[in-house]
């Protein structure tokens, strides 16, 4: 009878506690997330609209190597990068990090003035001015130049944004740029000479190498991950919740990408948003859509996967239930 006293007055005050005998607190761990300035973030400006009412806590970065360099040093918890870098930073990390969803599908293009482009083949000779230096951009790019018999006809000259890209065209617009959305958009309507002369998504199916062109996915820390699951999976269900506003609301969207610092300019966004491919995939369909797609560029190139598949612990499921 006195046990049962005793436990019976330490779950009380438990309850008085916690809100619940037995039951864990909820998690109200601040979240730090870095993502990319571009495409990739574009689904996540729901919650950074609302971030002063919420657990996270956002960081924008313009090159991916700064960011992964947070990841790797635990200044932020949960990061959107390009789908590539995840396997790299995977190798880099013996193992230390996770994809828990695809964020964006394919998004790049080729954005020029001159009409006489309308194939892989016209661009032999040319320079193509593009971002990315070491991520999916410039794997891509590689990898199709390859499969068109371009791998040593076309130089890659690299900037460090989008916008840098933007301004070489609109100084010269018979150069070639390889842009994502929503800055292609946003080119086309500063210079009415520009038009797309190649969607890379395309070029990337009719090679039919049984894969699909991602750009963007999201990872977190394990170690984060271990100690935090709930809030983790709370992150993705608000990840799934904001992508659904943006392809539903593109008005209001627009406006938050702007907020945002993503774009200088609502209806460029508004227009951009719907060519953008912005998901939440989660669970199976994640894991089989990007270990096909790591295994294309694997083939192509092993250094731009870290030099090897990574191992299936690679892949968390943290599908929205």
């Known amino acids: ?35 990319l300035k571009g495409p990739t973030s574009i689904g996540l400006v729901k919650l950074i609209h609302e971030q002063n009412d919420s657990n996270y806590e956002f960081r924008m970065e313009t090159q991916a190597d700064v960011l992964i360099s947070a990841v790797a040093s635990a200044e932020v918890d949960i990061a959107l990068i390009p789908a590539n870098v995840a396997s790299v930073l995977y190798k880099k990390t013996n193992g230390g990090i996770a994809v828990i969803d695809i964020n964006t599908l394919g998004v790049l293009y080729m954005v020029s003035g001159d009409d006489s482009i309308s194939s ?18 410039e794997y891509v790019l590689r990898y199709l130049l390859k499969a068109n018999g ?14 840098e890209v933007a301004a070489t065209l609109a100084a010269e617009p018979s150069a070639v740029g390889m842009l994502p959305q ?3 958009i946003a080119a086309l309507s500063q210079n009415e000479s520009l038009s797309i002369v190649l969607d890379m998504t ?6 039919n ?3 699909s062109l991602l750009t963007g996915v999201t990872v977190v820390r394990k170690e984060f991950l271990k100690e935090h699951e709930e809030a983790v999976r709370n992150f ?14 593109t008005e209001t969207a627009a406006q938050y990408t702007v907020d945002a610092g993503i774009i200088e300019k609502a209806p460029v966004a508004q ?9 939440c995939l989660t669970g199976e369909e994640m894991k089989s859509a990007l270990s096909g797609y790591l295994q294309v560029l694997y083939d192509a190139d092993p250094s731009s996967v870290g030099g090897e598949m990574p191992a299936d612990d690679f892949y968390s499921d943290m599908g929205v239930k």
């Open 1 to 35: 009878m006195k046990r049962f006293l005793a436990r019976f007055v330490a779950c009380m005050a438990i309850l008085l506690l916690v809100g619940g005998c037995g039951s864990p607190a909820k998690d109200d761990t601040k979240v730090r997330v870095g993502a």
């Open 236 to 249: 993705v269900k608000d990840h799934a919740d904001s992508v659904n506003f943006v392809n539903s609301d």
């Open 120 to 137: 892989f083949a016209d661009l032999e000779g040319k320079t193509v001015y593009t971002t990315g230096a070491g991520t999916t951009p």
């Open 209 to 211: 190498n049984g894969s």
């Open 182 to 184: 929503p800055f292609v």
């Open 271 to 279: 227009k951009a948003i719907p060519f953008c491919n912005i998901v």
């Open 150 to 163: 371009l791998e040593d006809k076309v130089t890659i000259e690299f900037k460090s944004e989008a916008t």
């Open 202 to 207: 395309k070029e990337w199916n009719a090679l």
